[in-house]
């Protein structure tokens, strides 16, 4: 399988490119640590490049994973390519190398990338003064490639011509050939064109495809025929120089183990010409190079692990192939064993006296204490003279006991060739009936050896195929599992699709709260949040920026509610919505929000309550050229849901009833505290310009430098004392050194205050106070607030409503440090920690909202979290558009790529196929 550039590619790939010039890049990424991605733009054409140090180069279309954290090398490229103009693309001399320059004049720089072994890539000023290389390295003792060193971009590109000079140059590198060599692999090093291209000239001219010295190609003959050949090869590269070839794919057939799925088409190679030894190979043709290099790198790493499992269940196969085999060999070697000592048997009986007589001469010579080597002698001695009995044995076997007798059946025709004669061993220890009957027990236990290994066998096949079948199983589930489906980007939200095609998604927790608005909520959408502690941030992404139909509102507000803590506790509550640019991050002057915390400003709109609802159905993604049949199936919802009167009584309703509210609490301007469990609101009024109410809600927790209380002092005392002798060495080494006597004193000191640590310390200089001090700095500070008074009022109101906050968060901390000084309350340390902890876990989101009567919002809003305008606004757009991708409605002449559950309001559900359940809260779930 082709895996990296020829130079017949490279040549196509710079051709192809050239369209690219004049495109500005709009940014950088990196994919690994060897692939980049350049993106490229011109008004409304956008271009993305992809190169691969040592491997590849070529537009791509297809969205690659990149890297979270830009790499050094990616930050140096966007540093000094970002907006600039790709002005040249060029192939230096004829090597694999390529040369991309962004700008112009004194701002112009070079990326040269080498395409051959490891490859490289180089970033360089207007004078190839490296600026920073990707791979660092030495060749040969004098050339550097590393950082302030030159590129030789002069040595690469000296060589101009690709092929050979003339013929006489052509026959003095042949001459040097042995006969035999491969004429295509000792071409190679001397011209420039690549194997294939080589391989298609010298085809077209009639040598054959692996034609050798000698074999093939004859030195005194073929030499001008082939030196036309690379002429025509020097033709052909011109023509992929100047002009855009289309692309090839060239497939390979493999066979698969089951004949049931046919053979599996696998991509082999790809070419910017058909040449002439794949023209009869199965191919896919593309419109242009690129298109065909950015398919095959796309998919081959799919069709790898298609391979890899055609290879596990061919291996598979292979082995229950052998069980099998292994099983039948068996068999068969018990049977021809049962076989021939049936007919051993049956030539001792019909020759028993022959061989009893020969059983007798042995053992009358053995009686005798003669050797074995005398006894062999005697043997042929009397076989020569013609003893008939003498003749007939043919070896001795005194080892083992035995003799070996050439017996023939007596009674059969001469003339009869399947009666020959046999080589028996006779145990000489025993008669010749007896080895008759020895040979016949022999039989019957092949024969019952073979009727166990068939019954064995059977079992065993059967269990080696049950593990064949489990196998190839589980290799398809592997594969499977591998090859999953694409994931959407909001799956890993809580997310939902309403019933007029709108998508919603929202934080599971603080850290996705935080992601889901600074990077999803994008001009035109909408916030939405239950009015209850602990519930999740979600958006309504509204790409139009059209008003929101009453129904999504619902359905949305519903959800907002469901994925609170209101779900757990089953009971009912409202939620609220507001505008896309009345969220933000800012806290005021002292203060900072936490992770999951925004600021809401200007006006909520509340959402009545209703029954939770939800449902769990099916959703299916479409086939790209199924999806413009499924795109009016929203339109359809949201003309019906257009004209529901209803609805839109129910939202005038709303706005008056929250109109009224705000009416009630602009009159009062000292409202009543009120306390609420479970609940985290606490509402102020306070006095802005022009005497105007401003109302300050606070959701969660607002944090700043905390003041500390009694209590906190109190519990500080109960922690192990701390000493204070470097406190005291500080405060003695600022003095300068110390006078005469005054060491003893401190000696005295230092053992008197030992245990003391520095907050009793604190509390202990405040008793020593005397109350005219306290009078005075009770003047400084009313006298402060006078000043800070006046200068509010030629301050924004913005900065008003932020001194007002500091001063109620003032006056309550004041209040609960006399309520705690009153009735002297003592909390140990290990009940306040486990209080802390409680309130942490109960409180997951923290939201601060301030709403200001007739103020403006404010430009400080949180902004997507994207590299610039054009790449947000696409990303919104392909965002919205991977609703359209699913349907809940499919028809039978739709392709279905995968399903995809959705949990979402039930009423959302009405018009989709497959609906599994719906779960419900009501009121009285909340009254019983």
């Not at 895996?3 to 369209?19: C, E, I, M, P, Q």
């Not at 939202?651 to 609420?676: G, I, M, W, Y």
């Not at 909390?827 to 923290?846: A, F, G, S, V, Y």
């Not at 959705?902 to 779930?925: D, E, G, H, P, W």
Request: proline share 3%; aromatic share 6%.
């Amino acid at each position: 399988m082709k895996n990296k550039f020829a130079s017949t590619d490279v040549v196509a790939a710079v051709s192809g490119l050239k369209r690219c010039i004049g495109m500005r890049v709009n940014n950088i990424y990196d994919i690994d640590n060897k692939t980049y991605l350049i993106k490229l733009n011109r008004q409304e054409e956008k271009s993305t490049l992809l190169f691969e140090s040592g491997i590849r180069l070529h537009l791509t279309k297809f969205d690659w994973p990149k890297n979270p954290a830009p790499s050094s090398f990616t930050m140096k490229l966007r540093k000094h390519l970002k907006n600039k103009r790709l002005e040249n693309v060029n192939q230096v001399g004829v090597d694999r190398v390529v040369d991309l320059q962004f700008g112009t004049g004194e701002a112009a720089y070079h990326v040269i990338v080498e395409l051959y072994d490891r490859g490289n890539v180089i970033l360089t000023d207007l004078n190839y003064i490296n600026l920073s290389v990707l791979r660092p390295r030495k060749e040969g003792d004098d050339l550097r490639f590393a950082v302030r060193e030159i590129y030789p971009i002069d040595r690469i590109s000296s060589k101009t011509s690709a092929g050979l000079g003339s013929i006489e140059e052509l026959k003095r590198i042949l001459d040097q050939l042995k006969d035999g060599e491969n004429l295509k692999r000792a071409l190679n090093p001397h011209v420039e064109y690549g194997s294939a291209l080589i391989e298609h000239v010298l085809v077209e001219a009639g040598f054959p495809a692996n034609a050798c010295i000698g074999k093939g190609y004859s030195k005194s003959d073929d030499a001008d025929r082939l030196f036309v050949a690379l002429k025509n090869a020097e033709n052909l590269l011109q023509q992929l120089r100047h002009e855009d070839s289309k692309g090839f794919i060239i497939q390979r057939e493999e066979k698969r183990a089951t004949a049931e799925n046919g053979p599996l088409l696998t991509f082999e190679s790809f070419e910017p010409y058909l040449w002439c030894h794949v023209k009869n190979s199965p191919r896919l043709d593309r419109d242009s190079f690129h298109d065909a290099v950015d398919e095959f790198f796309s998919k081959v790493e799919s069709q790898k692990l298609d391979l890899k499992v055609i290879q596990q269940e061919k291996g598979a196969l292979k082995k229950l192939d052998n069980i099998k085999k292994d099983h039948e060999n068996r068999i068969r070697t018990l049977q021809a064993q049962a076989e021939d000592d049936k007919v051993k048997a049956s030539l001792i009986e019909m020759n028993v006296d022959v061989v009893e007589r020969a059983i007798l001469a042995i053992r009358s010579e053995l009686a005798l204490q003669k050797s074995w080597k005398d006894i062999s002698d005697i043997v042929k001695l009397s076989a020569a003279q013609g003893d008939t009995v003498a003749k007939l044995i043919k070896g001795l076997k005194l080892e083992t006991n035995q003799i070996t007798m050439l017996l023939s059946n007596p009674y059969a025709d001469a003339d009869d060739d399947d009666e020959k004669p046999l080589k028996v061993d006779i145990d000489i220890g025993i008669s010749a009936p007896a080895n008759a009957r020895k040979y016949y027990d022999m039989k019957r236990t092949a024969t019952k050896k073979e009727k166990k290994t068939v019954e064995a066998s059977v079992k065993a096949f059967k269990s080696a195929e049950k593990k064949t079948k489990q196998m190839l199983r589980e290799v398809a589930t592997t594969s499977t599992i591998q090859k999953a489906r694409h994931v959407f980007w909001f799956e890993k939200f809580f997310w939902c699709i309403t019933s007029d095609g709108y998508l919603i998604v929202g934080g599971r927790d603080q850290q996705q709260n935080e992601l889901v608005v600074k990077r999803h909520l994008k001009q035109g959408d909408i916030y939405f949040h239950a009015d209850v502690h602990g519930a999740s941030s979600i958006v309504v992404k509204n790409p139009s920026g059209q008003p929101l139909p009453p129904r999504t509102i619902q359905e949305a507000a519903l959800m907002s509610v469901c994925y609170s803590i209101a779900w757990e506790a089953k009971f009912i509550a409202s939620s609220w919505w507001v505008y896309w640019h009345q969220v933000s991050k800012t806290a005021p002057a002292g203060e900072y929000l936490t992770t999951g915390s925004f600021m809401i400003r200007g006006k909520k709109n509340f959402v009545p309550p209703s029954p939770l609802v939800i449902g769990f159905g099916i959703m299916f993604r479409l086939e790209d050229s199924c999806i413009e049949r499924h795109r009016q199936d929203w339109k359809i919802q949201k003309e019906e849901q257009t004209d529901s009167k209803n609805t839109q009584v129910e939202a005038d309703e709303e706005v008056a009833l929250s109109e009224s509210e705000d009416e009630e609490k602009e009159k009062s301007t000292f409202p009543d505290t009120v306390v609420r469990l479970n609940e985290s609101e606490v509402v102020h009024q306070i006095k802005g310009e022009d005497n105007n109410d401003v109302q300050v809600t606070i959701i969660g927790q607002l944090l700043n430098e905390p003041k500390k209380s009694a209590v906190e002092i109190k519990t500080a005392s109960q922690k192990p004392p701390q000493s204070s002798k470097k406190l005291e060495e500080g405060n003695l080494n600022k003095q300068g050194p110390s006078k005469r006597g005054q060491h003893g004193k401190i000696k005295k000191m230092k053992e008197k205050y030992r245990d003391q640590d520095e907050d009793e310390r604190a509390l202990r200089m405040q008793l020593l106070q005397s109350s005219g001090a306290q009078k005075e700095k009770k003047k400084k500070d009313a006298k402060k607030k006078k000043q800070e008074q006046i200068q509010s009022k030629s301050q924004p109101f913005s900065k008003q409503v932020t001194v007002g906050l500091a001063e109620i968060k003032e006056d309550i901390e004041t209040q609960r440090e006399d309520l705690l000084q009153k009735t002297e309350v003592n909390i140990t340390n290990e009940k306040m920690e486990n209080r802390e902890m409680k309130d942490t876990l109960e409180m997951p989101d923290q939201v601060v909202v301030s709403e200001e009567k007739g103020s403006k919002p404010e430009k400080s809003v949180v902004k997507p979290d994207t590299d610039d305008e054009e790449e947000g606004e696409e990303k919104a757009k392909s965002e919205s558009d991977d609703v359209f991708k699913l349907t809940g409605q499919p028809s039978e002449e739709d392709e279905l790529l995968f399903a995809v559950p959705i949990v979402t309001a039930y009423s959302a559900l009405s018009n989709f196929k497959y609906v599994l359940f719906s779960i419900l809260i009501t009121f009285s779930t909340f009254f019983s």
